[in-house]
Every structure is written in C-alpha cells, then in structure tokens.
C-alpha cells in the first residue's frame, strides 16, 4: 500500500518531470555518432549573384549587403563603386560605398579613388587606363593617391606596400602584416609562409614537423612545402578561419596519408589539424555532420569506435533503383569536389574519362568502370618519369555519388575512403579487421610535391603513387528492389625512392568490385554438404558391409576403416560435385537473367570457398578413380575352354620306339581371340573423348559461350570492347565448363545407347557373342568371394571347326533349330553375378597356386621348363575344376540360379551369404562391366569434368584445360591398358606377346 501511495503521490509531476527531460535531451550536446546523410549537391555555378560557394560547407551562402560573387564563384567581393573596411581572411568581408566625388574603387578594394582623365571606369567599377599605360593607384611607397596615375610604379610614394615578387609594381602587403605591425615589416613577430603573426603563447605549437617519413622505403624529406606553408595555414586556419589556409591544411594531413600518432604532440599536419578541429567547435558543424566542421575540410568520419565503420558503410539503402535492362546501362554517377595544393576549390568533375585512372586506356573501357554491375579491372606498369611529367601539380578530391532525392532535386552522398597506408599510432590499422578501420574523406593520385626538397622546383626525392584504387558496392541482403548501400573506395599508395625516373616503373591498377552478404548462401551450402554428406556416410558404410561380405570377412580392422574412407571418398566426390555444380549454374542463370538487382556475383575472396569445393571434390574423385583402377587391375580372371578333343592321335615317345595314342589337342587360339577381345574391350568408353573435347570447344570458344562468364550481366556471345577490362568469374567459368562438358557427354552417352549400339555396334554384346560363338566362358573375380560369370558355352558343342560349319551353325541359331545359348535350359541369360562359398575359393586358390606369377615365385624354381610345366598342369585343372562346377559335377559344390532382390539391386549388396551353396545372380544389365572403363563412365566423366574445370580455374584458359584433360585421359588409359594387359597374362596364362 506504501508503494502505491507512493506512486500516486508523484503522478501529477509526471509531466512535468518528462518536459525537464525534453529540455535537458535539447540543451545538452550530441553524444554519440552521427549517421552521415546525403547533401545537396551544389556548385559555384548554382549560386545567385547574392550568393558564393562556401567551399568548406559545399553549399551557397548569402553575401552581406553591398556584396556580389566574385568572378569563380567561391567568395563575396564588394559590388562596383564600393570599398573593403574589413577583410580578415575568413567568410565575411564588409563594404561602403564611396563618395560621388570619388566614384572608382582601387585595384585592391580597399580605397576610393579618382580616375585620371583619359581613364575609363570597368564593369566592375575600377579604373582602365589606356593601351601601354599602367594604372598607379598609389605612390612609389603605398600611399594612396586622390587621383590614379597612368603611368609607371616606380613614380608613387611607399605607405602600406611592397614589392611584388616581379618588382615591377607596387602592391599593397598582406593584411596580416598591417594588422600585427601597422607596416609591411613583422619585426620581432611570427613571420612564416610569407605570413606574419602575432606571438601569442599557446595558441599552436611553436615548431612543426616538417620531415616527411616514408614508410617501406626508409627514407625521410624535409619537404619544402611544409616549411612553406605548414605552419602558416594552420595558424590563419585558427585565428582567421581562412578557408583556404584551413583547405591547404587538410590537404598537407592527407599527404602524410592522415596518420595520426595520439602519444606524441600534435606538431605534425593532422596533429594541427585536430588541435584546430577541437578548437573550432563553438564554429558549428556542417549538413549535421559532427565530423564536418564549419571552415574545416571533412577529413575524418567521427571519433572512433567499435562498429563504426560497418554504421558508416552500411546505412541506410541507396534510393536509387539499379536494373540489368538491357540497352539500358546504369551508371554509377561519381562527382569529385578538386582542391589544389594551396586550398583553392577548383571545379566540381565528373571521375567519367578516366578521371581517377592512371592508365592509359580507350574512352570506352575507361568508362566502363562505372556501369552499374560490371566488375572492372584494370592494370598497366607506368615509368616513373611519365608520373613526374605529367602530375608536376598535385590535386586532391573529395568524392560522392550523386542521385535524385525525394524532392526531385540532385543530391550528393560522400563516399569514404579506406586507406591502407593511414597508421594510428603506428599501425596500419586499415589493413586489419574492418572493426578498427579509420575511414577518411580527401586523397589524391600522385604526389611529386611533399617530396621536394630545398625549394618547390626542384625534382621531389621520394612520390607517392596510387597504386591500387578499389571502389566497392554493396548489396543490400535480400533485396529484390536493386538496393545497394553507399559504395566507398579503397586505396593504396606505394612510395617510390627517385633514382632512374627513365628505367623505374610502378605497377598500376584500379578496380570495381561487387559484393553481396553471402551469409545465408554459405549457410545454404552447408547444410546441402552435410544433409549430402550424411547419406554419403550411410551409403559408403552399405558398400563397406557389401564388401566385407564379399571378401568372406566380418571383422572390422584397419583394411575395412582404409576401405571404409575410399568409398567415402568417392561418394563424399559426388557431394562436392553436385553441390558446386548447382552453385555454378546458380550464379550463372541468376545472375546473366536478372534485370532487377537481387543478386551479386561473389568476389575473388569470396570464391576461395567455392574453389575449395571444387578442388577437393577433384581430389577424392581422383582418389575413387585411382580406387576404381586398382580393383580392376587386380581381379581375376579365367577364361573356361568349353571344346572337347576330336578324336585321338598317336605319337611316339622320344627315346624309344613305342607308339601311343592320346586326345586330339584343343587349339589355344580360340582362347586368345577371346583374351585379346577382353583386352581390347577394357577401355571403351560410351563417349568419343576426341569428339567430346572439340565440340566443348567449338561451343565455348568459337560460339562464344566463353563470353558468358565475364563478371558482366549485360555480356553476350560476342566478345565485345570492355572484355579485356571485365574479368570472368571462377564461379560462372565452372558453372558454364561443367554444364557444357556434361551436357555433351550426356548427350554421347544417351546417343550410345540409344542409337549407336542399337543400330551400328555394341561392343560388350559382341564379346559376349564371341564368347558362345569360341565356346569360351569366362570366369571373373572382382572379390575373394564375388565376381561374375559370362556363360559361353556354344550350344552347338563345339566351336573348333571350319567355315563351312561355323555358318552352318550359325544359321541354325538364327532358325531356332537349336538351344538357347543361356545357362538354365531354355533361357537366353548369359550374364550373372556370382557370390561363392569359402570352400569353392579356398580350392580356387589350391589349385591356381602355381599360376602367381612373380620374381619371388619364379626364383624359387629349379628351371623354367618346371615352372611353364607347373602352370600348364594349373592352368588344365582350373579349367576342369570350373567346368566341372558349372556342369554341377561336384557333390558338394553346387549352385543355384535366381534373382536378386529389389532391394538389393537398390543397395547393390546381397543380403544372404552362400552357406552350402553358391549363388548365381540373373544379371540382365551386364554388371561386369564395373571392372571395365565401360561400366564406369560417370565417374570417368565426371572426374573429366573436375579435371578440365581445375585447370582452367587455375589457368583461366579452357583451350588450355581442353588439351591437358586429353592428354591426362590418354596417360590413365595407357596405364590402364598397360597394367591390364599384364594383369590378364598373368592370370589366364595367355602370353603377352599374343594381347595385341
């Protein structure tokens, strides 16, 4: 109850307490950062009669009474017919009109005077003297005189002048001078940069910096400029306001690449410069901009701290709605506001016609740069002596993007600048993490002034070269409206140590990047890879267990987990594949199709995750491949001789005279048609590699869709005159190389089978032909306990015989008028997948003991006439062993034929091991060829396609790419062949020299 007595007690003073609150909110100063808008954009010629341009706000100001502009614009002068009675330098002067009886104004403003006869009075209200005479306003020694004189100095009295630097005519002296001495003398006061000043403690440091440190090059310069001018602008900057003192301030901070050093005295340029910031806070802030000071030049965003610089890049969306219309380019509309060296503004400039490029370069590509869009790159080597010739006058800019505001009126936003050479407090803060970055405002191109020493002709010692100018865009995230956040450049200087101007070069180069938040599409790609990769992981552990239980095994050991990582290689291959592939054509159909601005291709940072991807699905799909290879050169492999002997022979035996008969031998040579049929078919493919290689690059390169990958949305199939400027996108060259390789070889593929082996030749059927036509079977094990069998047991009994009998049985074949050439009677089934009993293989493996070739085995022979007797004894009770079990001629060694489950077709694993029995697969889809390149054409293919897209993300040259994926597929095939051929040599006992 306290509580809310309490609590009605001080209600009525609620509002009360709320309008003291308000009022303190409005007194006190800002805190914080201001978010930086756009302003107006003006320009001297936008200014009235009544007004000028006010170079430090960029804005028009009024003049006073009795003021107009003055000729270029940038200050107030008195109108014709009145005189100066105060003029300190800074943005106000004021003015009085002079007595009828003196109508003419002096040539410095400051007196009314008579003109002489003969004289006439200008427009702006001064005296003209006739062709050869010159007007003598004062006497020999300043003092004024009631009626001008056409005729020469020399003749006035002194009073308030002094030589001009010429010393052909007297002028009146600076007005720092009269106002510290009343005279031209300084005396015992400040006298710098030609300036004289009061000697009042603690106004500005008593001694500058005027040495020059150039970083990387470890070399210093007394500049001649700075000993000049530095301390002179800084202290008309203070006292005065003097705009362009406090512009040629700014502008000596931003040739020592605005660094600041907080623990020693602020005695250097930028060290002045923020003495006279804090100093000038009573002077107000322009365009509510707390960093930009009334008098001051803006070289500073606000006072730094964490996060700044992301609020300043990342604002509020620029108005602007950008599109991909095409024949309708955008274009980045850049103005620059130019300073000379001294302070005086210069023009406003458009950066079109290579404003801010040092190389050289056509009109067309030099604009190039800033269409909307279009990332551009650029680069030349320059000679030094080139730079000093042309950039003898130093001049600086302050950058910004124009657009039209709400009211319809041109509005300007400034752009920041990132410089990578600014240090605070001696690190070079700018080229760490963005959160300690300190962004600036004002730079320049080439620098041939600081380094000057002794005096301001002679050649500068050390320059500063832009080297690297990048201007980056941003896209706002998930914008379908074309928004993009303020654009803001980055810019790096190299120092270059004058030595052979003729022989030294700089490499130049400028650049437009495109970036956009990836962030979601990064989390996108990861969880399609470990969505991806999870069932890789399931299915690579299927084909482990389908292994194991094909080898005879059960325990998990080290073979199983090295087993376990090669299938996982390959299946996880696939999954970089796909994934990378889908991203490919992503960008590439998005991004060429879009026409309002939702999506930005990636930069070259920003494809190094990309690239990974790719090369490691390269490299596990090579490691499948080399896996894949490895199977199919070691399998083994028997070839079953059907045919029986016809008839006997008799032969006597050597050393003696005895006659006996034996079985007609079998010719061999069936054997070896079948063997060299089985070699040859071991690297077919279902895709001509030539026909495939020419015609991806007849498409890329002589189509033009080559052109398609350059990171330009408006490109076409014809190269055009901003391709050399316009670099091509790693992801768009992959997306566009995988699509086209695929495609074509999809295309092959399906032609094969479709048309080519349907309608002209089908080389795996013809083998199996020429096995049932030999009578040869063969016999292959892909695994101690797997393989398969192609049944070429001819129907007709034998196969041994002449030309006249083979047509006859054929034609018989072709009639009907005899069995079906399948295993089971009545069925046409050649082809099977056989999963045997341990039993069946442990005597497999009795019996081809002595068919292991090797040195090891070779040496332990006594003679090569034993071990060829050996082999061949192996060789005949192979055969037998065989026949006989597939005749099912022994007791305990039989087999059934059947189908294998859906299931397990799906899974490609059989779910029942053989126990007593083994177990014939019915296999319709010739799945032999898995040992073959034949059966394995999408890894081929696909492994061709990672090949060709590697080299070219290295090399950028799919001519390049082309020839080394075809020289790479003919060193894996001639691998292939070469070790195949040994392989089947070895194990059929079939001589080498007969595979051809």
Same mark, same amino acid.
């Given at each position: ?79 014709? %017919? ?124 008593? $001694? ?39 512009? !040629? ?9 605005? $660094? ?32 930009? +000071? ?33 024949? &309708? ?23 079109? %016609? ?38 003898? *006058? ?58 000057? &020493? ?9 320059? +500063? ?39 030294? @070069?700089?490499?130049? $180069? ?64 696939? @999954? ?66 059907? &045919? ?61 869709? !080559? ?11 014809? +190269? ?79 196969? *041994? ?11 018989? &074949? ?51 006439? *034993? ?37 397990? +077709? ?91």
């Amino acid at each position: 109850m306290a509580a809310a007595k309490l609590q009605l007690h001080w209600l009525p003073l609620a509002p009360l307490f709320l309008l003291l609150v308000l009022m303190l909110l409005l007194l006190l100063p800002p805190i914080g950062h201001s978010i930086i808008h756009s302003v107006s954009f003006k320009s001297p010629r936008d200014c009235t009669k009544k007004q000028c341009f006010d170079i430090s706000r960029m804005a028009c100001r009024p003049c006073g009474a009795n003021q107009q502009t003055s000729p270029d614009g940038t200050s107030c002068v008195c109108q014709p %017919g009145y005189k100066l009675i105060s003029n300190n330098g800074g943005p106000f002067i004021r003015c009085e009109k002079c007595p009828v009886t003196f109508p003419a104004v002096t040539q410095d403003g400051w007196s009314c005077i008579k003109c002489p006869s003969g004289a006439t009075i200008d427009h702006q209200g001064k005296c003209r003297c006739s062709m050869g005479h010159i007007l003598m306003e004062r006497s020999i020694n300043g003092a004024p005189l009631i009626v001008a004189q056409c005729e020469p100095c020399y003749v006035s009295d002194p009073a308030f002048s002094m030589p001009d630097p010429s010393a052909k005519q007297c002028v009146r002296c600076h007005n720092a001078f009269i106002k510290t001495t009343k005279s031209c003398d300084c005396k015992s006061n400040v006298l710098t940069g030609g300036l004289c000043f009061l000697s009042q403690p603690k106004v500005l440091t008593t $001694s500058v910096v005027t040495n020059i440190i150039y970083a990387k090059v470890s070399f210093s310069v007394s500049s001649a400029w700075f000993i000049s001018h530095l301390k002179a602008s800084a202290i008309a900057c203070l006292r005065f306001a003097n705009l362009t003192a406090c512009q !040629a301030l700014g502008n000596m901070c931003v040739m020592t690449m605005n $660094s600041l050093n907080m623990a020693t005295p602020p005695n250097d340029a930028c060290g002045l410069y923020q003495t006279i910031f804090k100093r000038t806070m009573h002077l107000g802030i322009v365009n509510s901009i707390n960093s930009w +000071r009334k008098t001051l030049p803006w070289l500073y965003y606000d006072g730094h701290v964490d996060g700044l610089p992301s609020r300043i890049l990342r604002q509020d969306p620029f108005p602007t709605v950008f599109h991909f219309k095409p024949y &309708e380019h955008m274009e980045l509309q850049f103005v620059i506001a130019k300073y000379d060296a001294r302070g005086y503004f210069l023009n406003w400039e458009k950066v079109t %016609g290579g404003t801010l490029q040092l190389c050289p370069d056509t009109m067309t590509k030099l604009n190039t740069a800033y269409i909307f869009g279009i990332t551009y790159q650029q680069q030349c080597t320059l000679p030094v002596s080139t730079l000093l010739s042309k950039y003898r *006058d130093i001049q600086f800019y302050d950058m910004y993007m124009l657009h039209i505001g709400e009211n319809g009126e041109e509005q300007l936003h400034p752009i920041a600048v990132r410089n990578l050479n600014l240090q605070y407090n001696g690190k070079f803060v700018n080229q760490g993490k963005k959160k300690s970055w300190r962004l600036t405002r004002r730079f320049f191109l080439v620098d041939t002034l600081t380094g000057r &020493e002794v005096h301001l002709n002679s050649q500068p010692k050390v320059i +500063r070269v832009a080297k690297d100018i990048k201007i980056r865009v941003n896209l706002v995230p998930n914008t379908l409206q074309g928004n993009i956040f303020p654009p803001f450049l980055t810019i790096s200087y190299a120092n270059i140590k004058i030595q052979n101007p003729e022989e030294q @070069t700089v490499p130049i $180069s400028f650049s437009v990047e495109y970036e956009m938040d990836l962030s979601t599409a990064y989390q996108n790609t990861e969880i399609a890879l470990g969505f991806l990769s999870g069932l890789s992981t399931i299915y690579s552990v299927l084909k482990t267990a389908s292994w194991k239980r094909r080898i005879g095994s059960q325990m998990i050991d080290i073979p199983t987990i090295l087993k376990f990582l090669l299938f996982y290689a390959g299946d996880l291959a696939n @999954t970089f594949f796909v994934v990378t592939f889908g991203t490919g054509f992503y960008w590439l159909a998005f991004f060429k199709g879009q026409q309002i601005v939702s999506v930005l291709l990636p930069t070259s940072s920003q494809e190094m995750y990309f690239i990974f991807c790719v090369v490691s699905a390269f490299v596990l799909k090579f490691l499948q491949l080399l896996h894949k290879l490895g199977i199919q050169l070691t399998v083994d492999i028997f070839f079953i001789d059907w &045919e029986r002997p016809k008839g006997k022979i008799v032969k006597s035996i050597a050393g003696g005279g005895d006659i006996k008969t034996a079985p007609a031998p079998v010719s061999i040579w069936r054997t070896y048609f079948v063997a060299n049929e089985w070699n040859n078919i071991q690297t077919i493919r279902k895709i001509n590699p030539i026909f495939q290689i020419v015609v991806v690059i007849f498409i890329l390169e002589v189509v033009g869709f !080559a052109n398609l990958t350059s990171m330009n949305p408006y490109s076409q199939l014809k +190269r055009t005159a901003e391709s050399d400027v316009v670099p091509s996108s790693h992801i768009l060259r992959f997306g566009m190389a995988s699509t086209v390789w695929l495609t074509v070889g999809i295309i092959q593929i399906v032609f094969c089978a479709s048309i080519y082996e349907r309608f002209v030749e089908d080389r795996i059927s013809q083998f199996i032909d020429v096995c049932s036509i030999s009578n040869i079977s063969v016999m292959i094990f892909s695994h101690r306990c797997f393989g398969y069998y192609i049944h070429g047991r001819s129907v007709h009994g034998h196969a *041994d015989t002449n030309m006249e009998e083979m047509n006859l049985n054929l034609k018989r &074949e072709a009639e009907n008028l005899c069995g079906q050439r399948g295993l089971v009677p009545n069925t046409e089934n050649e082809t099977f997948q056989i999963f045997i009993t341990k039993k069946i293989r442990e005597q497999y493996d009795k019996i081809r003991e002595p068919i292991h070739w090797s040195n090891r085995f070779i040496q332990h022979l006594n003679n090569s006439d *034993d071990a060829f007797e050996r082999r061949v004894k192996a060789y005949n009770t192979t055969n037998k062993f065989l026949g006989s079990f597939i005749d099912h001629a022994i007791r305990d060694m039989d087999y059934i034929v059947q189908d294998k489950l859906l299931l397990e +077709r799906i899974i490609d694993m059989e779910l029942h091991e053989p126990a007593d029995k083994t177990i014939f697969y019915n296999d319709e889809h010739l799945s032999f060829t898995d040992i073959l390149y034949y059966g394995n054409e999408s890894t081929l293919l696909i492994f061709d396609t990672l090949f060709f897209c590697v080299v070219d993300l290295a090399a950028k040259n799919f001519i390049l790419a082309a020839f080394l994926t075809y020289i790479q597929q003919k060193i894996i095939q001639f691998i292939r062949v070469a070790i195949g051929r040994k392989n089947v040599a070895a194990k059929t006992l079939v001589d080498e020299r007969f595979l051809l």
